[in-house]
């Protein structure tokens, strides 16, 4: 299958501070990318879709100007949690399709944020 | 409000047996459905996608679906205890754009 790297894969910071995570297509061109949050033993929740070169989607309830979304390349799309705080430690996953025939979502290996 | 249920288990199977992971949803114009498997902290690990009514093979895993009842199962044969997981069924709506709605997962125990 397609291959999707997320850096970094853990992160610790201080609250207040801001954490940067990215994603990457690594074979294939992704014009979109989904980022999701997964808290302990609970489902995916998708947060936004990432469109490469427009502005990003947002779910209801997730807040825009914290959760920063940049898709500035068809490979690329960084998710910025600013001023982070402790309720926003969790599992942050991002997945992106290859497009064409395939419409299957392949997704990175998670980022594990943990706000002290 | 599109909504995936799955029982989240856990399901616990003898090792050689038949593992049957269920999944309804409430979007009748849904058209692609999926299953992934999770290990515990890392991310979905696509297994099997199934895009029309009955069954679709590969390898152990079977999966099938039914549109007129909202319903798609996953079947493992001759389960391993390295298919000790949870398994999210996801849907999405078909077509290019592939916002997939999650189901909260079935954690499945296979007992050596």
């Known amino acids: 299958g397609a291959v999707v790297s997320q850096h970094p894969s853990r992160v610790i910071c201080k609250s207040g501070t801001s954490v940067k995570i990215e994603c990457r297509s690594l074979?294939?061109?992704?014009?979109?990318m989904f980022w999701y949050r997964q808290f302990p033993k609970q489902s995916l929740m998708l947060m936004a879709t990432?469109?490469?070169?427009?502005?990003?989607?947002?779910e209801q309830g997730v807040e825009k100007d914290k959760f920063l979304i940049n898709h500035a390349s068809l490979t690329l799309s960084t998710l910025t949690v600013t001023s982070a705080h402790p309720e926003d430690s969790s599992f942050y996953i991002c997945s992106a399709i290859p497009g064409g025939m395939n419409t299957e979502a392949f997704f990175g290996q998670g980022t594990r944020l943990t706000v002290v | 409000q599109k909504e995936v249920e799955q029982n989240s288990g856990p399901l616990s199977v003898p090792e050689g047996a038949i593992a049957s992971l269920n999944c309804t949803y409430s979007?009748?114009?849904?058209?692609?459905f999926f299953w992934y498997r999770q290990y515990s902290g890392k991310s979905p690990e696509l297994i099997m996608s199934?895009?029309?009514?009955g069954d679709k093979e590969d390898g152990r895993f079977t999966a099938q679906l039914n549109k007129a009842s909202q319903y798609v199962s996953l079947l493992i044969r001759d389960s391993q205890p390295s298919d000790s997981a949870t398994y999210l069924c996801a849907v999405g709506p078909g077509g290019g754009y592939q916002k997939v709605t999650f189901g909260t997962g079935t954690k499945l125990q296979v007992i050596p």
């Open positions: 979007d009748r114009g849904s058209q692609s």
């Open positions: 990432s469109n490469e070169g427009s502005k990003a989607t947002y």
């Open positions: 074979d294939f061109q992704a014009t979109t």
């Open positions: 199934i895009y029309s009514n």
